[in-house]
Every structure is written in C-alpha cells, then in structure tokens.
T-cell receptor, first 115, second 112 residues
C-alpha cells in the first residue's frame, strides 16, 4: 500500500491564483481530513469527510473548498490564494471514528507559498 | 473549544537517556489519545495510542501514561537515540467525535 499520497510536494502561487491540492489513499478509509500546519504550530483542521459525498468544515475552512466524489480522493481547492494561506498542508485518512476510533494516517504534505 | 497543550516546547536529552514528553488536555470527554512523531519535511507518524479505559500502554521503547484525574498524558522514550530527534504531538478525540485535536508539539533533540 502506498498509504496517503499528496501532490504536489511544493508550490508557489501568486496572490489571487487558484490551485487544487491532490490527496489520494489506497487503504479504503472512509474518513479523510485536510490540515494546515504553520511554523511552530500544531495542526489545524480545514475540512473533513466521513465518506464519499459528505464533507464538513473544520476549524479554519475560510478560503478553501473540498469535494469527495470517491472514497480514494479528497482534493482541496484554493480559489483566490492569499499570503495567509502560506503553510504546509497535510492530508490524512482513518479507518474509523466515533467510539472505536483509529489513528490518522498522514501524507507527507504540500508546502505552499503565496507571494 | 478544545485545548490540547504541551508543557515543554523543547527538550534536549543525551543519547541513551530516557525522555519524557508531557501533554495536558482540557476536555474530560476525550477518550482516545495518540502520540505522533514528525520528522523534518515529513508528515506525522503514528507512535502509540491509548484509550481512556487504560492508564498505561507500552510499545517498543515507548510507553504512554494517561492520568484522567488531572487530564494529563505523557510519552516516555527509553534509551533515546539520535533517530528519535523530531517534534512530538499529542492528539485527542471524544468517543462521539470525528475529529482529532492536536497540541502544538514538543521538539526533542538527542545529543550524541
């Protein structure tokens, strides 16, 4: 299994540009998450999905959009990039949540710079 | 809101010594806790987890202790090695929640 794969690894955007961060997992996990990590900070949840066709906002959703058309893929869309969106973005997936939660499996991140 | 924090933002230990990394949480409804290790340029990597019906769990060279009374979690690393140098995060969730909440992390440096 490749686990959670994120592309691209690095990207530089100009203010106002848009882009999609790709995330795919091959573990057949229903639960998928997007986090951002700013320097010296913990992980902040942007959006998550509990299954195909279902998405929900996390702590910091403004400026982002997601879709979940398949179990495997959970792309994150930035429509009008702003310098405040400069960060490292991590995608994660999990087998289960609720009362029998299981660990999150993370990708290696996308480092995004907006100038 | 949720609050998961760490007492020490940085920790330096000599190679071969034991390391202890602490974490405080504020939600008494949290019942599942995980420690993650993050090396530079990589995503967080699962180390060990513990549920609230336990107060101690051991893995290979690592032990997690949970004190629900004071809402405190710790990670003990035995015989710390240079490869253990990384940032360590604790994460928590409730039994009904679909989200984990992460602390800010502790940077562990192992001195050869």
């Amino acid at each position: 299994n490749a686990g959670v794969t994120q592309t691209p690894k690095f990207r530089i955007l100009k203010i106002g540009q848009s882009m999609t961060l790709q995330c795919t997992q091959d573990m057949n996990h229903n639960y998928m998450y997007w986090y951002r990590q700013d320097p010296g900070m913990g992980l902040k949840l942007i959006y998550y999905s509990v299954g195909a066709g279902i998405t929900d906002k996390g702590e910091v959703p403004n400026g982002y959009n997601v879709s979940r058309s398949t179990t495997e893929d959970f792309p994150l869309r930035l429509e009008l990039a702003a310098p405040s969106q400069t960060s490292v973005y991590f995608c994660a997936s999990s087998y289960s949540m609720g009362a029998k939660g299981s660990p999150l499996h993370f990708g290696n991140g996308t480092r995004l710079t907006v100038t | 809101g949720e609050s998961v924090g760490l007492h020490l933002p940085t920790l330096s230990v000599q190679e071969g010594d034991n390391s202890i990394i602490n974490c405080a949480y504020s939600n008494s409804a949290s019942d599942y806790f995980i420690w993650y290790k993050q090396e530079s340029g990589k995503g967080p990597q699962f180390i060990i987890d513990i549920r609230s019906n336990m107060d101690k769990r051991q893995g290979q060279r690592v032990t997690v202790l949970l004190n629900k009374t004071v809402k405190h979690l710790s990670l003990q690393i035995a015989a710390t090695q240079p490869g253990d140098s990384a940032v360590y995060f604790c994460a928590e969730k409730t039994n009904t929640g679909n989200q984990f909440y992460f602390g800010t992390g502790t940077s562990l440096t192992v001195i050869p």
